[in-house]
């Protein structure tokens, strides 16, 4: 939602960053009611451009149409159909069989950081929550952390029940 009311002047390539203060509205049949001029929490966030190939592209793409929305179709804000449209042909051109939406990704994204980074400070960081305990939600389990930590217990017990059986004999 915060991408698709994205504005062309809410990308600040002196700081390298898009700053995310809009937010499109829509109805419970995704119908498109309008844009936000502030996000859920009434603040604005600061996602960092970074790599400079990716700066580069996002410099000429904004030289592109006379739409202030970063991305439009006839000078007006991409519908949440069309988005979804546009990601099931991705996914249908490089093989990925999932059924996915934009609220999934960031789940998903919640969850490959916690894995990662074992730090639910950085998924509250990544995702842009206020209230860590929803950050905690996106984060899900860390299934990387958890097999590390079974296997930790299983060679622990391993070498006790062998400590065990020389004190025995």
């Known amino acids: 939602d915060r991408i698709l009311a994205l504005h062309k002047s809410d990308i600040d390539l002196v700081n390298n960053w898009i700053i995310l203060q809009h937010t499109a509205m829509w109805s419970s049949k995704k119908e498109f009611l309008g844009i936000k001029n502030r996000l859920k929490n009434g603040k604005n966030d600061f996602v960092p ?8 592209i996002i410099e000429k793409y904004l030289q592109c149409g006379d739409s202030e929305f970063l991305f439009s179709i006839n000078d007006e804000i991409i519908k949440y159909r069309k988005v979804q449209y546009e990601y099931n042909k991705v ?17 998903t994204m919640g969850r490959k950081v916690n894995e990662e980074m074992g730090s639910i400070d950085a998924v509250q960081a990544v995702i842009g929550h206020d209230d860590i305990r929803m950050s905690q939600l996106y984060a899900g389990k860390n299934r990387k952390l958890q097999r590390e930590a079974q296997i930790a217990v299983a060679n622990s017990l391993k070498k006790n029940v062998q400590g065990c059986a020389k004190e025995e004999n």
């Open 91 to 107: 996914f249908k051109l490089t093989g990925i069989n999932i059924d996915c939406s934009t609220h999934s990704m960031r789940n």
């Open 49 to 56: 451009i970074g790599d400079l190939k990716l700066k580069s």
